[in-house]
């Protein structure tokens, strides 16, 4: 649980295309190649007492039918993509690492693009560094944890003459946590700072976030609770005065929720969170009305055999944006996997949002008309394992934007073939 | 009347002074009859132990019975070493009984010692009676506490739990908030004219 807490940066992160169902912590969208140990107890090399390194490496080739994400005249260019990481513990192949634990992982994808295409030529190649660091004591009636992640992102932009669109992102936590009377009662409390900078066309939108979270839940059943939570943020852009010119605004994101986290039967988990939520932009323009400042979010995990697993969510939130100020957001998605024979493993998800773009935007014209993007991604892998520790398989990516702005609009897919590791 | 006590009192003596091996001067036993010989059923009208005797037995009898006390006690302190309740309580038990019975032998010696000194035959065969009897339960009483059963014997072992749980439940706690997890997305374009 507590590596859960931190080293959860998806692969899919990575390549600027995911975003997962939080509450559940599935990844949703095309799963790529491992970046950090999979938590397989069987594998790992023993460096010495008490500390486990796992290792891995991956590799893809497939096909990209739209590199710069184009709604007219796409290009398309065969690609190759590998990774490597390694990833350093105290947990042992028995069992838990005690009441101290550690985790360091390291690793780098490299991306090329085989296409001998003039425009896709200064994008050919891209590393994408990613590193974590956690650390966790405790357990009992008080625990405690921090951690920290980053990666660096590289992607083609959208315009081909114009730069990669770059970004550093770098998150570091701190929690406590005290759990008196057995555990029933369990309070958090936890900080994050979420450094996000990027660099060319965006780096006016480079941000710096702080959040305070503080949490509450009262477990009637062992693995049901009810819980409170309350989240105050605070964003501010680092360059301020290219903020400025494009309308970028402070904010103060609050919200409080409430609802039910855990167990509802053996086989079936939920997440029910409804709640206030307020962006309080520094400007003339925030969130509100009664929708507007609702949060809900709802999601199910069921498990219909030891092989299986079926998710499926919604969520309401608002989320800051680039090209605007901020973004009410629908969130659909659902994820299925599965695993066949224990050689075969199934993973297919999607997600459709629904984003309605408000405040000040960064295109004048938009600002004008509106912007309501309807954002689609399917991802889709069948790997056949040759061992628990080596696998090949097939992927297949899609994404798609669809908006009231038409030169936004895109329809991306990506086709791999791909051979995995990890030890 | 006088005639009967006096021989139920003898017969009393005379059984509880045979029933004491260490006696200096015990009774002969009836199989010291002739082989063939009638037996002789006749009961001894009084014991043979002289005065001074008896007070020597007495103070034998004390003697034994502090040894007895003594030993207890240390089964005591040895079952609060070894925190074994249920020993314990046995022993304690024995402990108690056996500090009454020494209160009454106490007082049993100093009526002998008084009718020791008075010649009161009567009230000196009575009182070294109690004294017999009460130093016989006493060395009872040390026997008990040495066969005072304690954990070792009634001890099945650590309780054990089986717990078996469904595997379908998740082993990670489901009920925690979750982890403050990056959305790191492609920014979506922000105009024809940036990136």
């Known amino acids: 649980m507590n590596r859960r807490l931190v080293l959860w940066v998806p692969l899919a992160a990575m390549i600027l295309v995911a975003r997962s169902a939080r509450a559940q912590e599935v990844t949703i969208g095309y799963q790529g190649l491992p970046y950090k140990a999979s938590g397989e107890?069987?594998?790992?090399?023993?460096?010495?007492?008490?500390?486990?390194?796992?290792?891995?490496?991956?590799?893809?080739?497939?096909?990209?039918?739209?590199?710069?994400?184009?709604?007219?005249?796409?290009?398309?260019?065969?690609?190759?993509?590998?990774?490597?990481?390694?990833?350093?513990?105290?947990?042992?192949?028995?069992?838990?690492?005690?009441?101290?634990?550690?985790?360091?992982?390291?690793?780098?994808?490299?991306?090329?693009?085989?296409?001998?295409?003039?425009?896709?030529?200064?994008?050919?190649?891209?590393?994408?560094?990613?590193?974590?660091?956690?650390?966790?004591?405790?357990?009992?009636?008080?625990?405690?944890g921090i951690a920290d992640t980053f990666a660096r992102l590289e992607d083609p932009p959208y315009n081909p003459s114009s730069v990669p669109i770059t970004r550093y992102n770098n998150q570091a936590s701190a929690e406590g946590r005290w759990a008196p009377g057995g555990g029933r009662i369990t309070a958090t409390l936890r900080y994050t700072n979420m450094v996000d900078i990027f660099q060319g066309a965006y780096s006016f939108?480079?941000?710096?976030?702080?959040?305070?979270?503080?949490?509450?839940?009262?477990?009637?059943?062992?693995?049901?609770?009810?819980?409170l939570n309350a989240q105050q943020g605070y964003i501010f852009y680092l360059n301020e005065a290219e903020a400025a010119?494009?309308?970028?605004?402070?904010?103060?994101?609050?919200?409080?929720?409430?609802?039910?986290?855990?167990?509802?039967?053996?086989?079936?988990?939920?997440?029910?969170?409804?709640?206030?939520?307020?962006?309080?932009?520094?400007?003339?323009?925030?969130?509100?009305?009664?929708?507007?400042?609702?949060?809900?979010?709802?999601?199910?995990?069921?498990?219909?055999?030891?092989?299986?697993?079926?998710?499926?969510?919604?969520?309401?939130?608002?989320?800051?944006?680039?090209?605007?100020?901020?973004?009410?957001?629908?969130?659909?998605?659902?994820?299925?996997?599965?695993?066949?024979?224990?050689?075969?493993?199934?993973?297919?998800s999607g997600r459709y949002s629904h984003r309605n773009y408000e405040g000040q935007f960064v295109d004048p014209l938009q600002m004008a008309t509106g912007r309501t993007d309807n954002f689609v991604q399917v991802g889709g892998t069948l790997d056949y394992f040759v061992r628990n520790w080596i696998y090949l398989g097939v992927g297949y990516s899609l994404l798609s934007n669809s908006s009231n702005i038409a030169s936004v609009e895109y329809l991306k897919q990506q086709m791999f073939v791909r051979l995995g590791l990890t030890y | 009347m006088v005639n009967a006590k006096v021989l139920l009192t003898t017969t009393f003596v005379a059984s509880t002074v045979f029933a004491q091996g260490q006696a200096p001067a015990p009774i002969a036993p009836p199989?010291?009859?002739?082989?063939?010989?009638?037996?002789?059923?006749?009961?001894?009208?009084?014991?043979?132990?002289?005065?001074?005797?008896?007070?020597?037995?007495?103070?034998?009898?004390?003697?034994?019975?502090?040894?007895?006390?003594?030993?207890?006690?240390?089964?005591?302190?040895?079952?609060?070493?070894?925190?074994?309740?249920?020993?314990?309580?046995?022993?304690?038990?024995?402990?108690?009984?056996?500090?009454?019975?020494?209160?009454?032998?106490?007082?049993?010696?100093?009526?002998?010692?008084?009718?020791?000194?008075?010649?009161?035959?009567?009230?000196?065969?009575?009182?070294?009676?109690?004294?017999?009897?009460v130093n016989q339960k006493v060395q009872v009483l040390g026997a008990e506490a040495e066969n005072c059963i304690g954990e070792d014997l009634s001890f099945v072992g650590a309780t054990k739990v089986d717990i078996e749980i469904d595997p379908n439940i998740p082993q990670y706690d489901p009920t925690q908030p979750p982890a403050p997890g990056i959305d790191i997305e492609r920014p979506g374009e922000a105009s024809p004219l940036t990136g």
């Open chain 1, 205 to 227: 939108s480079s941000t710096d976030g702080n959040y305070l979270m503080l949490d509450g839940s009262w477990k009637w059943l062992p693995k049901t609770a009810i819980f």
């Open chain 2, 31 to 133: 199989s010291a009859a002739v082989p063939g010989a009638p037996a002789d059923v006749s009961v001894k009208q009084r014991p043979t132990l002289t005065p001074e005797e008896m007070v020597n037995q007495s103070r034998e009898y004390a003697k034994n019975m502090a040894d007895v006390l003594k030993r207890v006690q240390g089964l005591q302190d040895q079952a609060k070493r070894e925190k074994d309740i249920i020993r314990l309580n046995c022993v304690t038990d024995k402990v108690v009984q056996v500090r009454v019975n020494m209160s009454i032998a106490e007082q049993s010696m100093a009526s002998l010692q008084e009718a020791v000194t008075r010649a009161d035959e009567g009230e000196r065969t009575h009182e070294f009676t109690r004294l017999t009897i």
């Open chain 1, 245 to 348: 010119v494009n309308k970028k605004e402070s904010s103060y994101p609050l919200i409080v929720t409430a609802g039910l986290r855990g167990l509802l039967t053996e086989k079936t988990s939920a997440t029910v969170a409804l709640g206030y939520t307020n962006g309080f932009y520094a400007g003339n323009f925030s969130t509100g009305g009664l929708w507007g400042s609702t949060y809900l979010d709802l999601s199910a995990m069921l498990r219909p055999s030891m092989l299986s697993r079926i998710v499926a969510g919604y969520r309401h939130d608002f989320q800051n944006a680039v090209v605007a100020s901020f973004s009410y957001n629908e969130t659909f998605y659902a994820s299925y996997v599965q695993q066949i024979a224990g050689r075969l493993a199934l993973d297919l």
């Open chain 1, 41 to 144: 107890s069987s594998t790992g090399i023993q460096v010495s007492d008490g500390v486990l390194l796992h290792v891995g490496a991956g590799a893809e080739a497939g096909y990209d039918t739209n590199v710069f994400y184009s709604s007219v005249g796409a290009i398309a260019s065969p690609m190759i993509r590998t990774s490597v990481f390694g990833d350093l513990s105290n947990a042992t192949r028995t069992g838990a690492a005690g009441r101290i634990s550690f985790d360091a992982r390291a690793g780098v994808v490299y991306r090329r693009y085989q296409s001998d295409d003039s425009a896709v030529e200064p994008f050919r190649n891209a590393w994408m560094p990613t590193a974590g660091l956690a650390l966790s004591a405790g357990g009992g009636q008080f625990g405690f």
